[in-house]
């Protein structure tokens, strides 16, 4: 169905043109033939009817030009008052082209061809009024001249007809084509800012992996080496007395060592995320959730369940980044009132689930990679665990995120 184009008339066309063709017959008929006596007052009462219809129903109307039907039943009664006058005075054929201008401008198709082939036969009337129609000759002539400007005017309809058409295709095409240029551009912003959010991963990301490595070597090489220092250190001195002179020495070695291994661990401490330092897994997620509800003005409750144990430093930063992120997610797109941070310890691992009661989203937009989902669920899956999503429109949504939990052991 095509969509409707609505374009106001010229001004001067529809309101100034039709008044001067209804005053030019008056001019003529009143100087040239003498236009006096009772008949006069009759057509000037007519012209002011014309002439009030016209101010009353269009002029002064500006807001009923776009309203099919009161102009249908202006330019109807405008053609009844045109036939009274061409009927009574043929010199009023002058003011058919008002009848034109108002057809053309004001009705619809396929009503237009109505009120052009109307005011055909009136203007045609009063072009043949010299005609007499009492014979077979006469009323021929006057359907030739009728049928003429039917024609003509119709032609002339069907093609302002195709010219509109032509300019909805038109318009209907600058129409796709901005909303395309703004899905466009809307989806170039939205790439944008997922590359830059995946950059800044990546690069988190490759830090993180490096200060995992350092404190890995520092803790398989220096503080394994430095442990295995002190223990034969002790085992030497519970096996023989260490004599007088080497015990100063001895035991310099021995504090050395156990200082050395004091930084070395403190070294490897340093190089794990900050909310971690100084807290357990659960703590460190209290103290992330009360800092982004502070700083987004929406509550969140914290629960852990099951009994806590020790575990890897791995587990524990992607557990922690896992909810970070999640947390942001929520408040980018979820528009939520409430979230739920839930940390519950299993018997073979740990799960991590965030939820809230925001707008939700489609889960195939999962496909694109979009929510920073790509980069928790990497995260999770080289610790051989697992993470799942739960979201539909309107329903709020979910993310549980599960890593393998084994003991850990006490050694250094």
């Known amino acids: 169905m095509s969509r409707k184009i609505s374009h106001r008339p010229p001004f001067v066309l529809v309101n100034v043109v039709p ?15 003498g236009w006096t006596g009772g008949s006069l007052l009759i057509d000037l009462g007519l012209c ?12 002064l109307r500006p807001g009923w030009w776009d309203r099919p039907g009161i102009m249908g039943v202006f330019v109807a009664g405008l ?43 009136l203007a045609g009337t009063a072009q043949s009024s010299g005609i007499p129609k009492t014979d077979a ?3 021929t002539m006057y359907a030739i001249i009728v049928a003429f400007n039917i024609a003509m005017m119709c032609a002339c309809a069907w093609v302002l007809r195709l010219a509109e058409k032509e300019e909805e295709r038109r318009e209907q095409a600058l129409g796709e084509l901005s909303r395309t240029n703004r899905l466009l551009e809307a989806s170039l912003a939205e790439n944008a800012g997922l590359h830059a959010q995946l950059l800044a991963q990546a690069r988190e990301a490759g830090v993180l992996d490096e200060r995992q490595r350092m404190a890995r070597e520092i803790h398989d090489t220096l503080a394994q080496g430095l442990t295995g220092i002190i223990a034969q250190l002790q085992a030497a001195e519970q096996m023989h007395e260490v004599p007088a002179p080497w015990r100063r020495p001895f035991d310099a070695v021995k504090n050395l060592a156990r200082e050395s291994l004091t930084e070395a661990r403190r070294s490897v401490d340093a190089l794990r995320p900050e909310p971690l330092r100084t807290a357990r897994l659960s703590d460190a997620l209290a103290d992330v959730a009360d800092r982004w509800s502070k700083l987004h003005g929406l509550p969140v409750q914290v629960t852990t ?24 997610n929520v408040a980018r797109h979820a528009g939520a009132s409430r979230v739920g941070v839930t940390l519950s310890y299993l018997e073979q691992e740990v799960a991590l689930d965030v939820r809230d009661d925001g707008k939700g989203f489609d889960l195939a937009r999962l496909e694109a990679g979009g929510f920073g989902l790509t980069i928790m669920r990497q995260r999770v899956e080289e610790l051989s665990g697992s993470l799942r999503v739960e979201s539909e429109p309107g329903a709020g949504a979910g993310i549980s995120a599960c890593v393998p939990c084994p003991l850990i052991g006490s050694g250094a």
Do not use: C, K
Request: aromatic letters at 12%; hydrophobic letters at 60%; proline letters at 6%.
């Open 19 to 33: 008044y001067t063709l209804l005053v030019l017959p008056v001019s003529i008929l009143t100087v040239v033939d």
């Open 48 to 59: 002011g009817l014309a002439a009030a219809w016209m101010l009353g129903m269009f002029t």
């Open 79 to 121: 053609l009844v008052i045109t036939a009274v006058l061409v009927v009574r005075q043929p010199a009023f054929g002058l003011f058919t082209p008002a009848a034109y201008i108002y057809s053309f401008t004001v009705l619809r198709w396929p009503w237009r061809l109505l009120g052009v082939t109307a005011t055909a036969v």
């Open 137 to 139: 000759f006469g009323l």
């Open 305 to 328: 369940t099951g009994t806590a144990r020790p575990m890897t430093p791995e587990a524990e930063f992607a557990l922690l980044r896992t909810a970070q992120e999640a947390l942001a």
